[in-house]
């Protein structure tokens, strides 16, 4: 019942709705989950608190890459119903998900500029290559450090078919 504000006070909600998703979007799917999501939030919609607390909660679920497309389904669609006139929370929702959207392969890197270990600026728009591969790294990652000779290895490979690699430390 999602009428009932006393739920808030316990983790039936969450857990019931998670079970919801694992039976309704089973094998799971984007579009399923998009489905399970409108059908969660358009009945939470009976109590403002219950709907921006469910609103809440699958933002934090879908916080990572692998679902990248379903946050930025919940944060477009449903923003402004859920964030009860708090501005700057839903400004940042919105720069969250536009920089998600913004980030997807295929898209232009945004501006990136660093220092070269000689102490010179690097900026990523002056690199003229027909593919450009950019790679964060840090000496401290061991997966980092085992991939780097990989990198070598494809730099070889594509450099002459355009291919610049800027790593980034």
Not at 27 to 35: A, D, R, S
Not at 38 to 43: C, E, S, T
């Amino acid at each position: 019942d999602f009428a009932d504000s006393n739920l808030l006070h316990t983790t039936l909600i969450f857990d019931k709705i998670g079970q919801y998703f694992q039976y309704f979007a089973d094998p799971t799917g984007i579009e399923k989950y998009k489905t399970a999501i409108d059908f969660v939030l358009i009945r939470s919609a009976a109590n403002i608190n219950i709907n921006e607390f469910v609103y809440n909660a699958l933002l934090r679920t879908f916080d990572h890459s692998s679902w990248e497309d379903i946050y930025t389904y919940v944060a477009d669609k449903y923003a402004e119903q859920n964030t009860c006139g708090n501005e700057t929370y839903k400004k940042q929702i919105a720069l969250k998900s536009g920089t998600i959207k913004a980030l997807k392969p295929g898209n232009k890197a945004p501006g990136i500029i660093t220092e070269s270990i000689e102490g010179k600026n690097i900026i990523l728009d002056s690199i003229h290559s027909e593919y450009t591969l950019v790679v964060f790294w840090a000496s401290w990652c061991e997966f980092c450090e085992k991939s780097l000779p990989d990198l070598t290895k494809i730099y070889d490979a594509y450099h002459p078919k355009g291919l610049e690699i800027l790593a980034i430390s």
